[in-house]
């Protein structure tokens, strides 16, 4: 897959390194010029030394299968003579074995799909994202063409016609085989399908038709394009499917959008949900039908995340509509739609539009002022949030419909109004919830989301990392990736802040490959940096995206993680600007909730630069603007924090009460390991210099263990530069046939990482994955007796001398 552009790619580098390039015809060996018959190696050197003209050779072979058994041989007897010689071949072929002639001394290598990252970059502005993905199976050429080749048009337009009629049945519907075959006209003994297997076109396994690329399907879809109705009614025929009905007439019919509309809820996903909305309201005779029609179409595409789309199909809805209900309802999900594509202030705006029109249907004000705090949560802005309390007085105990039930359940209110209060102000919201009552379905999914948050915004990272976590695994599983595309950024973070590193790792990976399937411009934007965050902690150099997205919070992401990378790079005054960027002219945080929770690392950054003075009364200012944000009641975390951030930057007598405070609440403290952890570190040197050796050894030891059980190996790396002897953790004794009984690649990771190479280095290296480097030595220390990268340095520099 992807074979032309490969050797296209390969023959410019090799152009660039002096090699002359060739390209061999496949379909006219007879032209190439080599003598593909001859026995003498004397003629296949001289042939070679005219088409090089003294420089080194490469011999280019598209589509090689074409070539012919003869041919192919007679080139790889030339390889054979002229392997002294300065010349190379590349061969590229379809098909998962080489082609017959070819000697076995020709290297393979397979080249196999796209992962779906890269395949969705291919994708771009042509309906429903997902669904070509699926049927381009990381093809590119299927993803990428208009037309299917034409050497594929003519293998299917050669078979019998009853042949073509089965493939059409085929490429129209994921049917059992007898169904395709009763559709198609086929013979009961299924030889009709014979011609189309021995041409290599499908193969029929376990009564399932698969075909042998993707492009097949669109070759039999562009040879028998006038019969796609008749296909269609035979289908439907065959299943009784109103939606094979639908396609088989393009004449409006309220009995066959009704029974579309009835099919779409029974759907396997989402995205076939909203396929089969669409069906339905473009059968529909009544305008009004369609809008709701597409209105739900409009949710369920919103929920299967596609955000373009979403908004497709919102346009299609304001087109024929003017019913504040079917707009409020369809509003609702595409305000969420345009947070996904990154345009959480343009959310804010129709979401409170939405509100502000009262329909009928109280509960659909309800989902617009639950929009409106989803993207005040992202634009960080004061007046979004100002705006909440009042928003929520527009919502009335009036008559609720399906509608609005159906997209907020109203037995989720009361967590719906806390978690939108809790956006406004988090410190200013109620403290306590009543979760009595016993919710199922779609409510109490409902009611997790809110108190999640609300778990999240008032620092209770355990509880926010572990109820998201639930959602995430529960909505991939169902294709609702789309209704928690905006809570996976905080699950990451409460992971990060509660020390499931791990697990954050993992669940970036996952929301990646989904994000970039459905193009979530709000993942894809914050992933990098997350991932950014993790590196930094780890002492793994990840790039930090250098481009402003807008909004306050995806850029309070990326002035995190790069002022971390750069801290653990001893960049103070990198450092300094990046953390610094994260309040603006007058002190005040641009993200209300992104801001606060950095301030022990502006206070770190701050102290450490040239302008010393000056930057620590900067964030003096801003350490107190906090304080008074948070009020008398701040969360444990936030008072921890703000303690640190004090202690750093005080030269007076109350340094040490400061300390003592951030590091004195041994119930919370520990749900932060890391944040504890520093302000622990940071306390034994501040101990250090007032010449309190004793009284600094056990924070010490407290704050190294804590690093290493992390990862965190830059901060382990400092802390033990003030331990006698490093301060191993582990003095288990360590034999070197310990080592012997490592694999090759286990001692050459090992290697490695005691010389000082990061995991993502390693694994630059190596060619493998730096989760998988993290792995193999996640077994390796136990089995050498070690605990972390210092005490793998000891061990094989002792075995070493």
């Keep these: 897959m992807g074979k032309t552009t490969l050797i296209r790619a390969a023959a410019g580098v090799a152009q660039e390194r002096g090699f002359r390039v060739r390209e061999l015809d496949a379909g006219r060996p007879a032209e190439w010029g080599l003598p593909l018959h001859s026995d003498d190696p004397a003629d296949a050197l001289l042939a070679l030394d005219r088409l090089g003209g003294g420089a080194p050779v490469l011999l280019v072979v598209d589509s090689a299968e074409n070539a012919g058994r003869a041919a192919l041989h007679g080139l790889t007897r030339i390889m054979r003579d002229a392997c002294a010689e300065p010349v190379g071949l590349l061969l590229a072929a379809r098909g998962s074995a080489p082609p017959p002639g070819l000697g076995a001394e020709i290297a393979r290598y397979p080249v196999g799909p796209l992962d779906d990252c890269s395949a969705a970059r291919l994708v771009s502005g042509r309906g429903p994202r997902k669904e070509i993905l699926r049927r381009a199976a990381g093809n590119p050429l299927a993803l990428l063409a208009d037309e299917p ?116 809820g029974g759907r396997r996903d989402y995205v076939s949900e909203a396929r089969a909305l669409v069906a339905s309201a473009e059968r529909s005779p009544a305008p009004d039908d369609a809008a709701r029609r597409y209105a739900r179409a409009v949710v369920a595409a919103y929920r299967s995340g596609e955000p373009e789309w979403t908004l497709e199909l919102h346009r299609r809805v304001a087109a024929r509509t003017d019913d504040p209900d079917l707009l409020g309802f369809a ?49 960080g802005v004061a007046a979004h949030r100002e705006q909440l309390p009042g928003l929520l007085d527009l919502v009335t105990e009036g008559p609720v419909g399906g509608l609005g039930d159906s997209f907020l359940p109203v037995d989720a209110n009361p967590v719906t109004r806390a978690w939108v209060l809790a956006v406004a102000d988090p410190y200013a919201s109620p403290r306590t919830l009543n979760e009595d009552g016993v919710l199922t379905g779609r409510a109490e999914v409902a009611w997790t989301l809110g108190t999640s948050m609300i778990a999240w915004l008032r620092d209770d990272s355990a509880r926010a990392a572990a109820e998201l976590s639930s959602l995430w695994q529960a909505g991939r599983s169902y294709g609702a990736i789309g209704a928690l595309a905006v809570r996976v950024p905080p699950m990451i973070l409460a992971m990060i802040d509660g020390g499931r590193w791990a697990d954050a790792e993992q669940a970036i990976d996952e929301a990646e490959t989904l994000a970039a399937a459905g193009d979530v411009s709000l993942l894809l934007t914050a992933l990098p940096d997350l991932r950014a965050t993790l590196g930094a902690l780890r002492n793994d150099v990840v790039p930090v995206p250098s481009t402003s997205t807008g909004d306050a919070f995806t850029d309070g992401l990326r002035h995190r993680a790069a002022g971390l990378g750069a801290l653990a790079g001893g960049d103070y005054e990198k450092a300094y600007w990046h953390f610094r960027g994260m309040f603006d002219v007058a002190g005040e945080p641009v993200h209300y909730f992104l801001g606060p929770r950095s301030l022990p690392q502006l206070a770190v950054a ?79 040197l501040w101990l250090r210099k007032q010449r309190r050796v004793v009284e600094a050894r056990p924070l010490l030891m407290a704050a190294l263990d804590t690093f290493v059980r992390l990862g965190a190996d830059a901060h382990a790396e400092q802390t033990r530069k003030y331990l006698p002897g490093g301060a191993l953790l582990d003095d288990r004794p360590v034999t070197g046939d310990a080592f012997a009984a490592l694999t090759a690649q286990k001692q050459t990771i090992a290697r490695l990482a005691a010389g000082g190479m990061s995991n993502r280095e390693i694994a630059g290296r190596l060619f493998l994955s730096p989760r998988t480097v993290g792995s193999h030595l996640y077994d390796i220390y136990p089995l050498l007796g070690v605990s972390n990268r210092h005490q793998l340095r000891a061990l094989l520099a002792g075995a070493a001398s």
């Design 149 to 264: 080749p034409r050497e594929f048009v003519d293998r299917v337009a050669a078979l019998p016609a009853v042949t073509r009629r089965l493939l059409l049945r085929a490429a129209l519907a994921d049917e059992h085989l007898t169904v395709l075959n009763l559709a198609g006209g086929g013979s009961a003994d299924l030889r009709d399908w014979q011609p189309a297997e021995v041409a290599g076109l499908v193969a029929i396994d376990d009564g399932r038709v698969r075909f042998g690329h993707p492009l097949i399907r669109t070759a039999c879809l562009a040879v028998a394009a006038v019969e796609l109705q008749e296909a269609y009614g035979d289908l439907a025929a065959m299943t009784g499917s109103p939606y094979y009905l639908a396609l088989a007439s393009e004449e409006p019919d309220e009995s066959v959008a009704s029974a579309l509309e009835e099919q779409a």
């Design 331 to 379: 509003d609702a999900a595409a305000g969420l739609a345009m947070i996904h594509s990154g345009r959480p202030g343009e959310a804010f705006d129709v979401a409170r539009h939405a509100a502000h029109r009262r329909p009928r249907d109280g509960q659909l004000v309800m989902a617009a002022v639950a929009v409106a705090a989803n993207a005040a949560l992202l634009t």
């Design 606 to 684: 701050a102290s450490g630069i040239g302008r010393r003075g000056r930057a620590q009364a900067q964030v003096r200012r801003i350490l107190q603007g906090c304080r008074q944000r948070v009020g008398s009641t701040p969360t444990p975390r936030m008072a921890m924090l703000l303690s640190h951030a004090a202690a750093l930057l005080d030269d007076g007598d109350e340094t040490e009460e400061h300390f003592r405070r951030a590091v004195g609440d041994p119930d919370s403290a520990p749900q932060w390991p890391l944040e504890l952890a520093e302000a622990q570190l940071n306390f034994a």
